[in-house]
């Protein structure tokens, strides 16, 4: 769906009350998302990006050491909009919950927001891309490569225009869905779809919030229509182990050498 020029710029909510339990010992007592990144931590790697795209509301939900990712936030972001609420039941959360507290967070959900997982590594050029789409695009999820025995997780069926005709949550590989579109961990709500997101995400949570954000759009998917924004060959990634954290951070410092 293409967006009037006059609409508002969505709201952008930050997904960081995971410990990443599966990276300790570095996350025994640092939050997945503020883990190093270059230079950087993980998080500033996405916020500082994002604030680059004009004012709009950005909220970063807390959970696993709460205190010392609130702390960070308010000393490193004084003075702009950005602030963190938690999650206080995230150890029984996937990510469903902190979704919905992060929605009630914002003062205008009705602009639609970004749901951004945040241990997703790319570039400033690339963030900025994926903001710019709430300017042409309805709901979206942003895509990065195509499921394999080595990629798997969420994916995406699209049509010939782009339009998700189904979503899958496929962690174990199965040669049926090889070629879809890997989900990278962004999703972005248009002002059409925002009621009913909210809505049936209350109803799979109240069922349990052992549940990704993405299974309202599974369940409900004749009410939540959405495209793809698929980054193609832009360098981004996402880490959950170890091993994906150092290849990450190769991965990484090779695109800044690659930029200077």
């Not at 599966?22 to 950087?40: A, I």
């Not at 970063?60 to 999650?87: L, P, W």
């Not at 206080?88 to 003062?107: E, K, R």
């Not at 903001?131 to 895509?143: D, K, M």
């Amino acid at each position: 769906m293409m967006q009037n020029g006059s609409q508002k710029q969505r709201a952008v909510i930050l997904l960081a009350a995971g410990q990443g339990s599966r990276l300790r010992p570095l996350t025994e007592t640092c939050p997945k998302s503020l883990l190093k990144m270059g230079q950087k931590t993980v998080l500033e790697t996405i916020l500082d990006s994002v604030l680059e795209t004009g004012p709009r509301e950005i909220v970063v939900v807390t959970g696993f050491e709460s205190e010392q990712m609130s702390e960070f936030v308010a000393a490193r972001y004084r003075g702009k909009d950005v602030r963190t609420i938690e999650n206080v039941d995230y150890l029984s959360d996937t990510n469903i919950l902190s979704a919905q507290v992060g929605v009630s967070a914002l003062s205008t959900p009705e602009n639609g927001y970004f749901l951004i997982e945040t241990d997703i590594i790319t570039t400033p050029d690339v963030w900025k891309s994926i903001i710019a789409q709430e300017a042409r695009l309805g709901s979206f999820w942003v895509t990065r490569g195509v499921y394999g025995a080595d990629l798997t997780g969420g994916i995406v069926q699209v049509d010939g225009t782009g339009m998700v005709t189904d979503i899958r949550y496929e962690p174990l590989y199965d040669p049926r869905f090889d070629g879809w579109p890997k989900m990278l961990g962004v999703l972005s709500v248009g002002p059409d779809e925002v009621a009913a997101d909210i809505e049936t995400r209350l109803l799979v949570s109240e069922q349990s919030t052992f549940n990704y954000y993405m299974v309202p759009w599974i369940t409900y998917s004749e009410r939540l229509p959405c495209r793809i924004f698929d980054l193609k060959d832009h360098f981004a990634m996402s880490f959950n182990t170890m091993d994906d954290y150092q290849a990450a951070q190769i991965a990484f410092a090779s695109q800044q050498r690659g930029s200077t």
